[in-house]
Nanobody
């Protein structure tokens, strides 16, 4: 297992930006696919973005493509989500997740380790 801790959430106006961070510890980090998911009140947890272990391949949900950027620093055991042009519909709890088998999936069931989440609220 790997332990994940998210930070960087907060309240921002529509059109603003936030940068989420996820710190990993416990096992070798560099071999995992890492992802961000989010969950709005009353809704299912949904995929936001994933990044391959080398950072050479990335995937985004259509709803965030062109506005969000996922990145990682394997030397620091960190994953980031830069969120620009935020919209009220981006509001939710954002979770960092690790797939220890590196399956490049958008399904939450694929991911083995999860952080506790960080709240993002975008006001209109």
């Amino acid at each position: 297992q790997v332990q994940l801790v998210e930070s960087g959430g907060g309240l921002v106006q529509a059109g603003g930006s936030l940068r989420l961070s996820c710190a990993a510890s416990g096992r070798t980090f560099s071999g995992y696919v890492m992802a961000w998911f989010r969950q709005a009140p009353g809704r299912e947890r949904e995929f936001v973005a994933w990044i391959s272990w080398s950072a050479g391949v990335k995937s985004y949900a259509e709803s965030v493509k062109g506005r969000f950027t996922i990145s990682r620093d394997n030397a620091k055991n960190m994953v980031y989500l830069q969120m620009d042009s935020l919209k009220p519909e981006d509001t939710g709890v954002y979770y960092c997740a690790a797939d220890l088998s590196s399956r490049l999936s958008t399904s939450s069931a694929t991911y083995d380790s999860w952080g506790q989440g960080t709240q993002v609220t975008v006001s209109s």
